[in-house]
């Protein structure tokens, strides 16, 4: 009897257990900011949660066509002294939107990236946005996440 109840238990224990340790589903996480967004402010911070495994799409409007786009940069991990990766660029894609401007020359288009949470820790996806001018590249904007996984 007191080997059955024993053997009970420990199957309640190792099942408890086994629970709490499976990871979440994947998180399929989107960020996109507008035009008139990226007009109103020329600085934008956004901070994120985010789990190993989850995907990152970010997008960003471009006027591609005058000469503007934006770059990205990952700052490292943040408040740790080695530089272990945290989100990897997984996909790129420029999107042509067509219809109105929002007061700007050229055509409004988007840029889209999508990242792979890889590993653990704070890290900043910086965006900038550039534009070409007799050969000196100018930051005219930035956008900027601060993705925090644990």
Not at 76 to 94: A, H, K, L, T
Request: one cysteine or more; hydrophobic letters at 40%.
């Amino acid at each position: 009897m007191k080997l059955n109840i024993f053997v009970s238990f420990g199957v309640f224990v190792l099942l408890a257990l086994s629970s709490s340790c499976e990871a979440a589903a994947p998180k399929a996480i989107v960020v996109e900011v507008s035009c008139s967004e990226i007009q109103e402010h020329k600085h934008i911070t956004n901070d994120l949660a985010a789990g190993i495994g989850d995907t990152i799409t970010i997008k960003l409007c471009s006027y591609l066509t005058i000469d503007y786009q934006w770059k990205y940069k990952t700052i490292g991990n943040i408040g740790r002294s080695w530089e272990e990766p945290i989100v990897r660029e997984n996909d790129y894609e420029f999107v042509e939107q067509g219809g109105v401007n929002d007061g700007l020359e050229g055509s409004k288009e988007k840029q889209v990236w999508t990242f792979e949470v890889i590993g653990k820790g704070t890290t900043e996806i910086r965006m900038e946005y550039t534009i070409q001018q007799t050969g000196v590249e100018t930051v005219d904007r930035t956008y900027s996440m601060i993705v925090a996984v644990k």
